[in-house]
């Protein structure tokens, strides 16, 4: 991996005497188009050509929508790509930068598809999509215990081909097996060994991108700043990443999950509080999150027919009677028992955390169309300080009143932090939220009708919820994680990227790194190639 270029360089240099002829800007949409495909030689090189999808392909709308995972962004009225580049070489990756950049179109890097907001499918500019999907393959090394993943595969399809060769490795990454690999590292993405092992972008090792002219770099060749940079910071101010090489972690041959749940009147509101306490200073192999959810019942007694019911979800790498030695001796009002114990590999527990069933063949984690798209709207918090009953009952009474408005699903999750996320200093990488947190909100609205005054009705009162939530989560800055991309915390327009507006964003998802952010920023584009609604501008 020291040359990297020295495979390709060969294709590329006859792709590149075509670009030299051709730096013409588009100032229709058509001659962008034609331009860009002049550029790309299409229709010369047929492998290049399979890969482009234009809107008059009978494919572009499937190619298009199988990757959208919000529903609210496949309506009629989200503007469409001119193109859909789908490249299957590197040498096509290089080309579409190159000729996008010649040509003055914005592109928008997908992986899996699964950003928030839809921002790499979507923009209010001119723009191709430059889609990675086609780069999935995985080679796991268990003896060095490491892996080259590229961009485009599932982190259903890394969890399968690492179980397929060991039970006592892992990687550190999300719950969701039809995420993006090329979105997820790059964000940070953390997932039930977040507390033993830090985040997936934590576990990085070395890494290919295409910078913004075209050139490809691995981590030697790039430079310490900017693989710092791409490690939290998001991929799509910087780069286009192709592969990553991550650190594989070890994990007990068995691990054990379990999921209890307790409603108000079960005494929910104790064991939160007491679990504010318990899970982020807990024992690290033991990851338990809360799930809270609103729901309508008969005989309530707080909250007339509702209630709300908050469910434990723990992670534990180590057999049953361990775990419950634990939680007897940290938790015992949890009153947790061999009978809530389901004992597993690793790998299986994966789809206990994506909801599958129990027996469920580990083979769903390769199906990348498992996950069914809703219409949906998710917001995150980072709390620093362990909220009061008197907060707590406040909240359930709020979310209650949300619930009763909206007519599809509310719920929040709080996810611990503290173990290794405390010692791994804030500069490490670009990611920024460390010490001092002591979980993770993450909101989420979700609804089945395609109808835009229930989205905006819904939506409203996420952010009704969330301007209530204020007096018990960080603020200066109010912390969001990038992975959980929220346009409400600020934007820029798709065609033009100010710092002003930039440092609202990007103070609450890096904080002061954003500063140093910028300056690689400076450095590896300085004229802005990468850019969309949250990316990082240059600054000297
Ligand atoms: C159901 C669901 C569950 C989730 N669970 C978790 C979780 O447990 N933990 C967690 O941390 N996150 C979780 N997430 C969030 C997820 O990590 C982010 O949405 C992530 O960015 C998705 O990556 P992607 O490649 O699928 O997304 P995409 O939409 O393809 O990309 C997301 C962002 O990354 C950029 N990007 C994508 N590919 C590249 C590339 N190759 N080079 C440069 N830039 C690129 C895009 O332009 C965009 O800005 C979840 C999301 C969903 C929808
Ligand atoms: C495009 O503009 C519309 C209308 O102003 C806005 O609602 C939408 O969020 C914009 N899209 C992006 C990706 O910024
Ligand atoms: C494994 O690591 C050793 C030592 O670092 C190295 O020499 C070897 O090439 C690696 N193996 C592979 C397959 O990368
Ligand atoms: C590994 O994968 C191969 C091919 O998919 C499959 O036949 C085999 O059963 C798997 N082995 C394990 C241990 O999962
Ligand atoms: C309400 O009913 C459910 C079952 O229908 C029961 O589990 C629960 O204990 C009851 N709660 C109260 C407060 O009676
Ligand atoms: C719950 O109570 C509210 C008012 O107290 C009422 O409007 C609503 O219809 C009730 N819902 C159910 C399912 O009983
Ligand atoms: C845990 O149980 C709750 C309540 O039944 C359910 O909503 C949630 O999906 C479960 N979570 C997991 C990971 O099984
Ligand atoms: C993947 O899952 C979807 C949704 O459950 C299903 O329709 C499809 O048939 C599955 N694909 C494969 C290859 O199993
Ligand atoms: C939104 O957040 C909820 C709660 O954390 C999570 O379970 C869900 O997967 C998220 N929704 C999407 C579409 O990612
Ligand atoms: C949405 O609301 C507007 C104004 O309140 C109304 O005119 C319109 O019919 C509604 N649309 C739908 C689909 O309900
Ligand atoms: C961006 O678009 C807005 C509205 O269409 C326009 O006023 C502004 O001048 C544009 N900015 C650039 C840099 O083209
Ligand atoms: C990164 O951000 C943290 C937290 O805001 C800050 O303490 C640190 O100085 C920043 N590092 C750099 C290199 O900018």
Redesign the pocket.
């Known amino acids: 991996m020291s040359d990297p270029n020295s495979a390709i360089f060969p294709r590329f240099l006859t792709l590149f005497i075509t670009f030299l002829s051709l730096s013409c800007r588009a100032n229709s949409q058509s001659s962008a188009v034609n331009n860009i495909l002049h550029c790309l030689n299409y229709g010369s090189d047929p492998i290049l050509s399979r890969s482009i999808y234009l809107p008059s392909d009978p494919h572009f709308q499937s190619v298009l929508r199988a990757r959208i995972k919000n529903l609210r962004f496949l309506n009629p009225e989200t503007p469409k790509p001119v193109a859909i580049v789908a490249p299957t070489l590197l040498n096509h990756v290089q080309g579409a930068v190159i000729c996008a950049r010649d040509n003055g179109l914005q592109i928008r890097i997908r992986s899996g598809g699964h950003d928030y907001e839809g921002l790499s499918y979507r923009s209010n500019v001119t723009f191709i999509i430059l889609d990675m999907s086609n780069f999935r393959s995985i080679d796991i090394d268990i003896k060095n215990e490491t892996a080259w993943v590229e961009a485009g595969a599932t982190l259903g399809e890394l969890y399968y081909n690492i179980g397929n060769k060991s039970n006592m490795h892992a990687f550190p990454s999300g719950i969701c097996p039809t995420v993006g690999i090329g979105g997820h590292l790059s964000g940070g993405g953390y997932g039930n060994l977040m507390r033993k092992y830090g985040l997936a972008a934590d576990n990085i090792l070395d890494v290919i991108v295409v910078d913004a002219l075209g050139n490809i770099h691995d981590r030697a060749s790039m430079g310490e700043d900017l693989f710092w940079a791409i490690r939290g910071g998001g991929g799509a101010s910087f780069a286009v990443i192709v592969s990553w090489k991550i650190n594989l972690v070890r994990v007990t041959e068995t691990v054990t999950v379990f999921n209890v749940s307790f409603t108000l ?1 079960q005494g929910a509101t104790d064991l939160v509080y007491k679990w504010q306490k318990i899970a982020p200073n807990i024992n690290e192999g033991l990851y338990m999150k809360v799930r809270l959810t609103p729901l309508i ?1 008969h ?1 309530g ?1 707080r909250h007339g027919n509702m209630t709300l019911m908050a469910s434990f979800v723990g992670f534990f790498l180590g057999r049953c009677d361990e775990l419950l030695s634990t939680t007897d001796k940290s938790f015992p009002e949890l009153r947790l028992t061999k009978d809530d114990c389901k004992e597993m590999r690793w790998v299986e527990s994966t789809l206990f955390y994506a909801n599958f069933p129990l027996g469920t063949p580990v083979d769903v984690l390769l199906n990348r169309t498992r996950w069914t798209p809703m219409f949906f709207k998710n917001k995150s918090d980072y709390v620093k300080k362990v909220i009061t009953k008197h907060g707590l009952n406040k909240i359930w009474e709020m979310m209650i009143d949300v619930r009763r408005s909206i007519g599809g699903k509310f719920y929040m999750e709080w996810n611990p932090y503290g173990g290794k996320m405390n010692e791994i200093p804030e500069s490490n990488i670009a990611f920024p939220h460390r010490k001092g947190n002591v979980f993770l909100i993450q909101y989420a609205v979700s609804w089945h009708e395609d109808d835009s005054n229930v989205s905006f009705h819904n939506i409203g009162e996420l952010r009704r919820f969330y301007a209530a939530m204020a007096p018990y989560v960080s603020k200066n800055p109010r912390e969001t994680f990038l992975n959980y991309r929220d346009l409400d915390i600020g934007q820029n327009p798709s065609n033009e990227t100010s710092l002003r507006a930039a440092k609202v964003y990007g103070r609450k998802y890096f904080k002061d790194n954003f500063t140093r952010l910028t300056k690689v920023k400076a450095m590896v584009d300085p004229s802005d190639f990468f850019k969309y609604e949250q990316s990082i501008p240059p600054i000297n």
Do not use: V
């Open positions: 009147e019942i005989n007694t």
